[in-house]
């Protein structure tokens, strides 16, 4: 028994360190993208590098709509919600398909056994206000908003348009196709942590070893009185409830952090963190990439060599930072 509820919180405790792992990777490659383009603001252009920063900062709220249900959504036919038609985008929902689902499993075999296209399941449509985040955070240049919406992966299609802005920088001397190559890693990266969420999203615990646990455990205490009542007579009730809970507890936990982004994990604030270190704070931040111009560097001329004034005297110049030695 101590086996198998060991076992179930290890693997439980390790899909939300892993987890926790990929929003790590998703903060970090946005703030390394955020700084790439800054440093190349000039090179990019200051209206594509202001697009790249608004749908940098729409990636993780659309990641965290598809791995979780989505809240800010309503159902079109719901008539306790009053929608706006004019403020309003009308879309289906994001949501990854599990591998425990057996009407997709069976859409999938009759596809690959007659060899058809898939068939257009009619989806319940959805609508949210363009005045909430993320979707007042999209560029309203280049009608994105409403492309977006018609895409059946959202953050997939948002790692696919900063890619294509970022290709689109024309080359020049301080840019050429290493710096595009950084920036679009820093976009794979992204791309990555997808799959990695719904990876942990999609893939349930077997529910067979779920199902074996919790009928040992149940089995253990409900023999555990008929040991107990020989030595503890009265005090057998209180202590089999305490071992009960604690034990229950454990399984209670393992199977709440299993899936770490169905509340375990606070992603409201991480997603609020990306948003302000991209797009929130950039006045302040981009002061950091302003150098003072007009400030010349000191020069410093130093003789090596004889002094005497032969010829086999060298002479240095130091200016600022680069120095030349011999």
């Known amino acids: 028994l101590g086996l198998l509820l060991v076992f179930r919180t290890n693997s439980a405790y390790q899909r939300f360190a892993e987890g926790r792992k990929i929003w790590e990777t998703i903060i970090n490659s946005s703030r390394d993208l955020y700084r790439m383009i800054m440093l190349y603001e000039k090179e990019i252009g200051m209206d594509k590098r202001r697009r790249v920063q608004k749908l940098l900062a729409t990636f993780p709220y659309l990641l965290r709509h598809r791995i979780r249900p989505n809240l800010v959504m309503h159902r ?6 009053e929608r706006d038609p004019g403020n309003s985008l009308l879309l289906y929902q994001d949501q990854g398909v599990k591998e425990d689902d057996e009407e997709a499993a069976a859409l999938a075999q009759t596809e690959e056994a007659t060899g058809h296209s898939r068939r257009k399941q009619r989806r319940p449509l959805f609508w949210v206000d363009k005045r909430t985040l ?71 615990v077997p ?6 646990t919790l009928r040992a455990l149940t089995v253990w205490l409900f023999s555990l009185p008929f040991v107990l009542v020989k030595d503890l007579k009265l005090l057998t009730g209180p202590v089999v409830f305490v071992m009960s809970w604690l034990l229950f507890g454990v399984f209670e936990v393992s199977c709440a952090i299993e899936d770490p982004f169905q509340g375990t994990l606070r992603l409201s604030i991480l997603c609020d963190t990306i948003r302000r270190d991209v ?7 981009s002061t950091a990439f302003r150098l003072k111009s007009g400030l010349k560097s000191s020069s410093k001329t130093y003789t090596t060599g004889p002094t005497d004034g032969s010829q086999n005297a060298t002479t240095i110049t130091k200016s600022g930072l680069d120095s030349s030695f011999e």
Do not use: M
């Open 76 to 81: 079109l036919d719901d008539s306790q919600f």
């Open 134 to 204: 993320p979707w007042r955070l999209f560029p309203s240049d280049d009608g994105a908003l409403e492309k977006c919406a018609r895409a059946q992966n959202r953050p997939l299609w948002i790692c696919d348009r900063i890619a294509q802005e970022l290709r689109t920088v024309p080359d020049g001397p301080e840019f050429t196709n290493r710096e595009r190559c950084i920036l679009i890693s820093h976009v794979d990266k992204l791309s990555h942590c997808i799959g990695g969420a719904e990876r942990i999203h999609q893939t349930v």
């Open 207 to 212: 529910l067979n070893y779920a199902r074996h």
């Open 279 to 285: 797009l929130g704070d950039e006045h302040i931040r």
